[in-house]
């Protein structure tokens, strides 16, 4: 089994910044991908960032969100500046592991994201 603890979402000014952490742990696999997904209310939710082999981002944050990843602590990092209103969402972390050979996919409970003034 592999959980997933994601840590520092919360309120903010538009403008401002946050930074969320998503921290894999477990035995016995090694990770693919990482990426932030989010759900605003009432919308499906969306792949924001990606990082494996390479990076993605969706076109609504290129520019002011950057992840990144530390693969001895098998945890990912999603930088999110000049926050806007509409980045409020809950933010998932996915995290795409490999054991005995087969591919397995993992979520976070998610952490909220507020940009209001």
């Known amino acids: 089994q592999v959980q997933l603890v994601e840590s520092g979402g919360g309120l903010v000014q538009p403008g401002g910044s946050l930074r969320l952490s998503c921290a894999a742990s477990?035995?016995?696999?090694?990770?693919?991908?990482m990426g932030w997904y989010r759900q605003a209310p009432g919308k499906e939710r969306e792949l924001v960032a990606l990082i494996g082999t390479s990076t993605f981002y969706t076109d609504s944050v290129k520019g002011r969100f950057t992840i990144d990843r530390d693969n001895a602590k098998n945890t990912a990092y999603l930088q999110m500046n000049s926050l806007k209103a509409e980045d409020t969402a809950v933010y998932y972390c996915?995290?795409?592991?490999?054991?005995?050979?087969?591919?397995?996919?993992?979520w976070g409970e998610g952490t909220l994201v507020s940009v209001s003034s």
């Open positions: 477990g035995s016995g696999f090694s990770i693919n991908n």
């Open positions: 996915n995290v795409q592991i490999r054991r005995n050979g087969l591919f397995q996919t993992y």
